[in-house]
């Protein structure tokens, strides 16, 4: 009923940028949080960034400062821009969204996620 699509992702050098970007689409009433996820191999999927419908961030203390996370209500869209990437930062990060269903009355709220896109930071 919901689908998430992540892009941007691929290979840059350390200390080099990327911007992710997730759309989603579907029976979307309206969609509450929104937050990217990393997960590296062998590794649980951890939070990045998240942000309210009205904007409010939050950051995993290892990429504040250095990652921004922003969305466009009116394309359902989430960004994620990410600068001076670590080695160790290379993963497959997932968007989440919490989302109520519906096209002109609500029908439920579920959580979703996309289906990942790899991000790797080596020279």
């Known amino acids: 009923q919901v689908q998430l699509v992540e892009s941007g992702g691929g290979l840059v050098q350390p200390g080099g940028s990327l911007r992710l970007s997730c759309a989603a689409s579907?029976?979307?009433?309206?969609?509450?949080?929104m937050g990217w996820y990393r997960q590296a191999p062998g590794k649980q999927r951890d939070l990045v960034a998240a942000?309210?419908?009205?904007?409010?961030?939050n950051y995993a203390d290892s990429v504040k400062g250095r990652f921004t996370i922003s969305r466009d209500n009116a394309k359902n869209t989430v960004y994620l821009q990410m600068n001076t990437l670590r080695p160790e930062e290379t993963a497959v990060y997932y968007c989440?969204?919490?989302?109520?269903?519906?096209?002109?009355?609500?029908?439920?709220?579920?959580?979703?996620w996309g289906q990942g896109t790899q991000v790797t930071v080596s020279s």
């Open positions: 989440n969204a919490d989302v109520e269903i519906g096209r002109w009355l609500r029908q439920g709220r579920g959580d979703y």
């Open positions: 579907g029976r979307i009433f309206s969609i509450y949080d």
């Open positions: 942000i309210t419908h009205g904007g409010s961030t």
